[in-house]
């Protein structure tokens, strides 16, 4: 059986230089490499990450030591002020009845993200755009320390959701947050600021993020995942439909499902 129940296909895109790269790799491969080559039209790597709700754990069962006794210590004054005998103390509350006994536990969901690293450059551009399709979800990148990277951001998202499905889920990644720490604060662009220009603009969430340190990464990109897992249990994809980006472990070939847009030569770079 395969080890995942669904795979979605997500695209990294965003100006040259802003860490897409970075940021896949410390994903699939949990390290940063200060120096990166300059992607040529697409990467691609994959990492499973868990979706939907954990499995159940059942609570502790109440223990004879936690109830409460009913008998009073030896040495403690039993009579009451008026020399009647004491009421005896309410026992510990019962055990709530069991209800729905024979139901199953919740199974932990897995999904494989396909991710496609596409190039920034504007000579790439031609190319990167059709990976665009079929694409359920998109990491939008920019780097906080350089504005121009967040000005185009909108043009970005303009492109993607001419190609892309209407209903593609994008997250927008503000990358390299390291780079505000310290004395030496390289912010150019403020959180309160991405988060307004999120919201405008039908964004589901921004993030901030640091391939350098990881912090934010693993959030990013499980945003993503949560809410195409949301959008497949509203029912909202056709998973034997190649332009929904989303494939369910019978749809296709299992480990090896594909997507529409994905015959060009990507450097095949899955860590899992």
Do not use: C
């Given at each position: 059986m395969s080890s995942w129940d669904y795979i979605a296909k997500l695209v990294c895109i965003g100006d040259s230089g802003t860490g897409k790269s970075s940021l896949v790799i410390r994903l699939c491969e949990g390290r940063f490499s200060p120096h990166h080559d300059v992607t040529i039209g697409v990467e691609?790597?994959?990492?499973?990450?868990?979706?939907?709700?954990?499995?159940?754990i059942a609570p502790p069962k109440p223990t004879l030591s936690s109830q409460p006794s009913s008998n009073p210590p030896a040495d403690a004054d039993t009579d009451a002020?008026?020399?009647t005998e004491?009421?005896?103390?309410?026992?510990?509350?019962?055990?709530?009845?069991?209800?729905?006994?024979?139901?199953?536990?919740?199974?932990?969901?897995?999904?494989?993200?396909?991710?496609?690293?596409?190039?920034?450059?504007?000579?790439y551009k031609s190319v990167t755009r059709s990976y665009f399709r079929g694409a359920s979800g998109a990491l939008l990148v920019f780097d906080i320390s350089r504005r121009p990277t967040f000005a185009h951001v909108q043009d970005w998202l303009a492109d993607l959701r001419a190609i892309a499905e209407t209903d593609i889920v994008v997250v927008l990644v503000g990358n390299k947050s390291d780079l505000a720490a310290g004395e030496e604060n390289k912010r150019e662009?403020?959180?309160a600021e991405a988060e307004e220009w999120a919201a405008k603009n039908g964004v589901l969430e921004y993030v901030e993020t640091s391939a350098k340190s990881g912090e934010g990464v693993e959030r990013a990109f499980a945003r993503v995942a949560e809410r195409i897992y949301e959008n497949i249990e509203a029912g909202k994809y056709d998973l034997y439909d190649r332009r929904s980006g989303v494939k369910g472990p019978g749809t296709g070939q299992q480990g090896r499902v594909k997507f529409g847009g994905e015959s060009g030569k990507a450097a095949a770079g899955g860590c899992c």
């Open positions: 691609f790597g994959s990492r499973i990450v868990p979706v939907g709700p954990p499995n159940y002020p008026d020399g004491p009421s005896p103390e309410p026992p510990g509350l019962p055990t709530p009845p069991v209800t729905n006994a024979k139901s199953k536990p919740v199974v932990q969901k897995h999904m494989k993200l396909s991710l496609w690293d596409t190039a920034g450059q504007e000579t662009v403020t959180v």
